[in-house]
């Protein structure tokens, strides 16, 4: 969901989650909990030719949203974490 409230340096000062409608809000700069931010451009072959979809989910609606899906999502453990 789009949000054009920014702060001094441009970024959103928060983020709403499209399924649920739950805002999420930085302090500091940094949200105060990770969500899942997809963005696709339509290219040819598409009904969307040209269109760029985007839109953010909380972790509870990433975790309801995969549950759905017939072959899981691909997990890999990052190795280094800084
Ligand atoms: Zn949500």
């Not at 789009?2 to 999420?24: A, F, H, L, W």
């Not at 696709?40 to 549950?67: N, P, Q, T």
Request: aromatic share 10%; charged share 30%.
């Amino acid at each position: 969901m789009r949000n054009y409230e920014r702060d001094s340096y441009g970024e959103p000062r928060k983020v709403t989650c499209n399924q649920c409608g739950r805002v999420i809000v930085k302090q500091n700069g940094i949200l105060r909990e990770d969500v899942c931010c997809i963005q696709k451009k339509w290219g040819y072959f598409s009904k969307k030719d040209g269109e760029i979809h985007s839109f953010v989910l909380c972790e509870a609606c990433y975790d309801r949203f995969i549950k759905g899906f017939q072959v899981p999502v691909t997990i890999e453990t990052e190795t280094e974490l800084m």
